[in-house]
């Protein structure tokens, strides 16, 4: 069973800003209401990929010699409904 997230009205969440991006970051959620009715919800964002330069793929992707023919795009347009 997940645990309810915290709940904040818009002056403690005014007042503790710092504090609940810091238990956001850590991965909480925390609910803001107003009046005692939830208004908003302030969840984690996905952390990118950090990548240290332009070709730190190089030399792990294998390509198909024939990957933009029109056979390969014709059944890529078929997978959604394109064609």
């Known amino acids: 069973m997940s645990e309810a997230a915290a709940q904040f009205n818009i002056h403690e969440a005014k007042t ?3 504090r609940i991006i810091d ?3 850590h991965g909480e959620e925390i609910i ?9 919800k302030v969840i984690p964002l996905n952390h990118r990929v950090n ?17 933009d023919s029109p056979a390969v795009n014709d059944a890529i347009a078929q997978d959604f409904g394109l064609a």
């Open 51 to 67: 990548r240290t330069g332009r070709g730190t793929l190089a030399g792990q992707l294998v390509v198909a010699d024939d990957w």
């Open 16 to 18: 503790n800003l710092s």
């Open 23 to 25: 238990r956001v970051e």
């Open 32 to 40: 803001i209401s107003r009046a005692g009715t939830p208004v908003a």
